[in-house]
């Protein structure tokens, strides 16, 4: 029933010990004040006003849980120790109203506010004591200041909410920032080993061509172009070296180790294997000696489709398939296995990547649901006769 504010963590959050002792305390202090107030005028009040006068304020234990409930709660006690005859104090209702204005929605707080301020009144005139503690202006002043406390509290408190919403939204901000610089540099210093790359290559190109062409006549001048050529080629290297550490990512370390190739696809189908994919690896045609960036892919593409067939099938088998042909390389990954998720095409985005690397090899790539069940990756890649 309480309509509190949406951002506020103090309406949701669990209450700890020091709330409830304090609420308590506060319950205890309003049900006394009720209670010293009907006593006060009257020696022998009636049982029920009594009883009233206490559950007034002894309800505002639970005055955070359900503020709305409590205070109409606790205004009905004071009404009913009105009606019974004694003169109630009406500090407890305030001490409610107070806590709506401060927990509840500025529209509710506002319907506190209507039902507080009569009634109060009513209590400050109907009873039957000499003197009451506030008088019908009074009654009505009081209402007002205990719902504009309650206010200003909750005003506070959304205005730090704010600033703490503000300055957590600047701190992503300057990480976005930052990654974006971090990204743009890296863009940069990637252009610049490209240029570094193709100048490179240029040059040793051209000197390795002019050696040629002079080696026979003159094997001298071959031999100086030659050693340029190398001069050259360990300068670039040590360039790319340099570069590439920028590239690198502070958490990645060096790579020590060499690039996967084909030879390493039977520990790669091994591994697999080991982690409960029943797979095998298939050869036709005699295997030949591949450029190195070939392989690499080869083996990256045969690694995403079985770790896309781990994650997303349950297959009784799995059969990687490499077929060496006159010029070209055909590889095929299929499973029996059907998806975890209904209506999945293919699972994952790795896809995307086998394609990119199937087009850097001027190859065509097929991926799709098979008609007996289960998954198939095709890719055939073209090798030339003399690769």
Known sequence: MTAAREPSQDARRPLGRRAWAFDAAVALAAAAVELGWVLGYDRSPPPVAVGLAFLAGAVLVWRRRQPLVILGVSLAAVLGVTIAGASPSGFAPLVALYTVAAMCE??????????????????????????????????????????????????????????DRRAALLER???????????????????????????????????????RDVLRSDPDIADATLGKVETSAEQSLAELRRILALLREPSDGAE????????????????????????????????????????????????????????????????????????????????????????????????????????????ELEAGRRAGGGFRVAARLPVGGDA
């Open 256 to 363: 020590s180790r060499p690039q996967p190739s084909l030879a390493q696809l039977d520990e790669l189908v091994a591994e697999y294997r080991d982690a409960g994919l029943p797979v095998a690896l298939e050869r036709i045609g005699a295997q030949r000696s591949l450029p190195g960036g070939f392989e690499l892919s080869v083996y990256r593409i045969v690694q995403e489709a079985l770790t896309n067939v781990l994650k997303h099938a349950h297959p009784k088998r799995v059969v990687v398939t490499l077929a060496f042909r006159d010029s070209r390389l055909d590889l095929e990954v299929i499973d029996d296995g059907s998806p975890q998720r209904q209506h999945a095409v293919v699972p994952g985005h790795g896809l995307v990547g086998m394609r990119e690397r199937v087009a850097l090899l001027g190859g």
């Open 173 to 211: 901000e300057r990480d976005q920032l930052a990654r974006i610089g971090v990204h743009e540099e890296r863009a940069s210093i990637a252009r610049e080993l490209h240029d570094i790359v193709a100048h490179s290559v240029s040059v040793m190109l051209v000197g390795v061509r002019g050696a």
């Open 106 to 163: 500025r529209r509710s707080s506002l319907a506190g506010l209507a039902l507080t301020a009569p009634i109060t009144l009513v209590a400050s005139v109907a009873g039957p004591a000499d003197e009451q503690l506030v008088d019908p202006i009074a009654a009505v002043l009081c209402s007002g200041a205990a719902w504009g406390l309650g206010v200003y509290v909750e005003t506070r408190r959304e205005f730090r909410r704010e600033l």
